[in-house]
């Protein structure tokens, strides 16, 4: 049935494709995996059953899988803490701050609410590598010896952990918030009380859209990928920002006062100039994907800010930060990553730090975010084709006229779909003309060459 873990955790339709079956057996094996059952973890000091911290948004769906998943762990001799409605930026941390063995949170994240999905974390916090998530896989429906008795995990409610989260993204900020006007938009999701709560404490006014989850509204016409609304009050309101999240809050884009989008390239923009005057920027360096918009390199070097590139995928930002020790990094879409804080992205935490940035230079959003000029940029996917054939001769030789066409001023980046018979054909260029014409032109190179 092909492999059950995609880019961020198992997702389909819940019911349907992610029933109570395969959530018990997937939280089966991950406690195999990542439980080190009766096992003396020198990193806690602690002997005796593992915990799990489990946490979810709002969806209908959400309840009868957090159900399965507490059964599954629990009878595979694992103490569970449920935490109910919270980020996924928040069941990671609570992952590290109760000491617990591994973290399961249970969203499908800016997706519509038939879905869900459920992602494991590891002790400390951190997303599974894929050899880990394979091995997830290989164990399903393996034969165990069951626990009985005093050797089974018992269950109980933490959802008062909720406020340990908040005070440590607040902890994290210098600075507060008074005078601030801000509308959040909280995508019906996982953040719509933690959220309001963090920005009043700090001082912001606040006005909520997107804070009525009913378990089957999440993400609709609401959060980071449906902006219009937003766009619409903070401008009729006169407030000075807007704050959009996504379902499961581990991520955040913004809108200006002028009613402007401020994409996540803009949001690291602001955020790695910041960090940057203040010596706070481990190696004066910021990770992002290929996909970032070449306005936002051009604008950071200039600044004296290096940046370095990774694939498509916030666990590839994460890997490079790892490895090179920096603190800084994201994707156009809003994932932002600040390593000093958290161990994945967290809407809320950048939101707030954006927010001070905004308190802090006494300067609209607006003003902050000019910082870069984003070129006009066109993505083309060309679908029903081979995406093996994405390094086709004949393409290759028209990316290459095309790169010499643009010069310094643009460029070109074409790449196969991971999950489908697609080739995406990307051009940014000094004018959107330019980028159309040429985006064009390449697709119908793709279509002839890549069948």
Partial sequence: ??????????????????????????????????????????????????????????????????????????????????????????????????????????????????????????????????????????????KWERPVGASVGRVREAYGEADRYVSHVLSTVDGRLDGLNVVLDCAHGAAHMVAPEALLRAGATVETIGARPDGLNINAGVGSTHLDRLQQIVVSRDADVGIAYDGDADRCLAVSHTGEIVDGDQIMAVLAMAMHAEGKLAGDTVVATVMSNLGFKIALKNAGVDVVETAVGDRYVLEAMRAGGYNLGGEQSGHVLMLDHATTGDGLLTSLHLLAVVARERKSLAELASVMTRLPQVLVNVKDVDRSKASAPELAAAVSAAEAELGETGRVLIRPSGTEPMIRVMVEAASAEQAEQLAGRLAEVVRTACV
């Fill in 1 to 142: 049935m092909g492999r059950l873990f995609g880019t961020d955790g198992v997702r389909g339709v819940a019911g349907r494709d992610l029933t109570a079956e395969l959530a018990m057996d997937l939280s089966v094996a991950a406690a195999h995996v990542l439980g080190d059952a009766g096992a003396f973890n020198a990193s806690v000091g602690r002997r005796g059953r593992p915990v799990a911290v489990v946490g979810r948004d709002p969806r209908a769906s959400g309840e009868f899988l957090e159900a399965a998943v507490v059964a599954g762990l629990a009878s595979s001799g694992v103490d569970v803490l449920r935490l109910g409605v919270l980020p996924t930026p928040a069941v990671a941390y609570l992952t590290t701050a109760l000491r617990a063995d591994m973290g399961v949170m249970i969203s499908a994240s800016h997706n519509p609410a038939p879905d869900n999905g459920i992602k494991f974390l590891t002790r400390g916090g951190y997303k599974l590598p894929d050899a880990v998530e394979n091995e997830i896989e290989q164990r399903l429906g393996e």
